[in-house]
């Protein structure tokens, strides 16, 4: 029997956003529209990366805005940072540049593995950020950009999947843990939007 690799991913954005929904959608593939506060809960799922296989550990946080304080705690235990903003909502995009800054300041470092991700994007009538806007931001952030949605179930899996991809390419400098599963990132980036 092999052991698990463990991977750490910390789930930030903005209230409302849809960080919650989309972990649950992840987890046991359910989907609510009822909006319930985070305040923070850490589920663990077992993910196939390739041939490896990896507890991922998910910590959902309650949601930021400008003034919040990072908690501490997040900085230094992830493995990769999932940053969501909705694509209906431009201050949550907002946030979530600003929460990224936030990151590096608390790290000390000018990079960090990290995903930024557009939710909501079911909502197309309502979109208020293109994806070549978030495209640009990604770039500058050097990672890339997935949107998703929670209702539609798309790109769920991917966020967590690359999740880790970007966590192992972080962890072996543009590497992965195995030959085989988890080496082939998709721009050689650090860092994906929600």
Known sequence: MT???DRNVVVLGGIGVGKSTAIQRFLGNE????YQPTVKNTYNKKVAVGKVEYNLSIIDTAGQ???SLLDSSYVGAADVY???FSV????SFEIAQVIRDKI???SGTETVAMVLVGNKSDLSNERQISKSEAEKV???FACPYIETSAKENLNIDQVFVNSVKIANGARAGGASDSEDGANQLA????CILM
Not at 31 to 34: A, E, G, L, Q, V
Not at 187 to 190: A, E, F, I, L, W
Request: overall charge neutral.
């Open 138 to 140: 990604a770039k500058s």
């Open 88 to 91: 209906t909502f431009r201050k």
């Open 65 to 67: 805005d400008e003034t």
């Open 187 to 190: 721009d050689k980036s650090t």
């Open 82 to 84: 999932v940053i969501a």
């Open 31 to 34: 989907f609510t529209d009822r």
């Open 104 to 106: 590096l300041d608390m």
């Open 3 to 5: 052991n698990l690799l």
